[in-house]
């Protein structure tokens, strides 16, 4: 299997959450070796051109407001948002609009906290990536096998 450097589940902070819900430490861009992506709030250069790019991230309805997540505006949620919500939904199995709805109920200590307790693999502990079905340290599938989908603020499968 191809060696990737090992995460460990304290990496993942708030400077990675990006104002769509996205953990950008979960991202196989942020956990692979080579051309790694600082995440939504880092260097665009060093950026896949598409999340350089990104409608949300470069919104700016939401630099005008001076808020960070897109929860806090009036057009939550936008058709941008409810189009990478519906295909991380599809794709991945996580819900951005899950994980904004649980920042404002709850806080992004709280989510952090969760974050880091939930995106653990089930075999060997590390950290699991949200594009790749298989553990990639391990290969251990853990959609199938972790208990995420059961977790109270992932209702929506
Ligand atoms: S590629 Fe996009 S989603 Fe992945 S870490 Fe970079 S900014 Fe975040
Ligand atoms: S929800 Fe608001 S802040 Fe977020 S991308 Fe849509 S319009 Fe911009
Ligand atoms: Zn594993």
Redesign the pocket.
Known sequence: MKAHKTIPSKSIKAA?I?PCG?N??L????IRNKNV??????DDDL??K???M?HI?NCGTRKAGKFKYCFECNEFPCLWVKRIDKRYRTKYAMSMMDNLEYIRQFGIKKFVRQEKGKWICANCGKIICVHKRNCIFCGFDWRTNNLIQKLPHNTRG
């Open positions: 990675l990006a996205m950008c430490s991202c196989h861009a942020y992506c600082p995440g939504c709030y880092g950026k896949s598409s999340c350089a990104c991230k």
